[in-house]
T-cell receptor
Framework: AAGVIQSPRHLIKEKRETATLKCYPI?????VYWYQQGPGQDPQFLIS???????DKGSIPDRFSAQQFSDYHSELNMSSLELGDSALYFC????????????FGPGTRLTVT | AQKVTQAQTEISVVEKEDVTLDCVYE???????LFWYKQPPSGELVFLIR??????QNEISGRYSWNFQKSTSSFNFTITASQVVDSAVYFC?????????????FGKGMKLTVNP
């Protein structure tokens, strides 16, 4: 079965650079969530989209922005990267935005040096 | 505000032992969903179970079982006859129904090590 695809899987950036993470949800899923998991931490909700509209926003820094496109894929744009942004970034998708199981992608490991 | 507490941070057992992972949650909503996810060393998050607040039936899936008790706001997870492949970090998570958001709030996770 198709799963959530995230690219790239690994990314190394320097401080103050920008990064773009991509997420391709499971086919027919219309809801995308982004989570950030720091080393040894639990995943923290950043932002979500339902039918291409932002549906909720968590502790996402102003330096980050995201959107969901017409084909339902989503991109998380991160600017002025800081060392503390080093983390595993997960995208999850679900269908209908109604508490169906959120299926997580494999994550993008971002390292900021 | 919603909160999930996993009091145990790390457990180490020997293969074939049974192990129970505790999860206590806080929410003001009457409708909510509880989840368990497994995160093996490779890093991905694997969905294990979802339970809604109106369904207190316990569930068994192979060696896994879940005990949901609204009276104590707990959703505990038991692995019977543990195996080395069960070694992972396990997260309990909560999602509230109100407000139009289904975001997950995770507990801090519990690292399980199963030794041969």
């Amino acid at each position: 079965a198709a799963g959530v695809i995230q690219s790239p899987r690994h990314l190394i950036k320097e401080k103050r650079e920008t990064a773009t993470l991509k997420c391709y949800p499971i086919p027919r899923h219309d809801t995308v969530y982004w989570y950030q998991q720091g080393p040894g931490q639990d995943p923290q909700f950043l932002i979500s989209f339902y039918e291409k509209m932002q549906s909720d926003k968590g502790s996402i820094p102003d330096r980050f922005s995201a959107q969901q496109f017409s084909d339902y894929h989503s991109e998380l744009n991160m600017s002025s990267l800081e060392l503390g942004d080093s983390a595993l970034y997960f995208c999850a998708s679900s269908f209908g935005g109604e508490f169906y199981e959120q299926y997580f992608g494999p994550g993008t490991r971002l390292t900021v040096t | 505000a919603q909160k999930v507490t996993q009091a145990q941070t790390e457990i180490s057992v020997v293969e074939k032992e049974d192990v129970t992972l505790d999860c206590v949650y806080e929410t003001r909503d009457t409708t909510y969903y509880l989840f368990w996810y497994k995160q093996p060393p490779s890093g991905e998050l694997v969905f294990l179970i979802r339970r809604n607040s109106f369904d207190e039936q316990n569930e068994i899936s192979g060696r896994y079982s879940w005990n949901f008790q609204k009276s104590t706001s707990s959703f505990n997870f038991t692995i019977t006859a543990s195996q080395v492949v069960d070694s992972a970090v396990y997260f309990c998570a909560l999602s509230e129904a109100q407000g139009g958001s289904e975001k997950l709030v995770f507990g801090k996770g519990m690292k399980l090590t199963v030794n041969p």
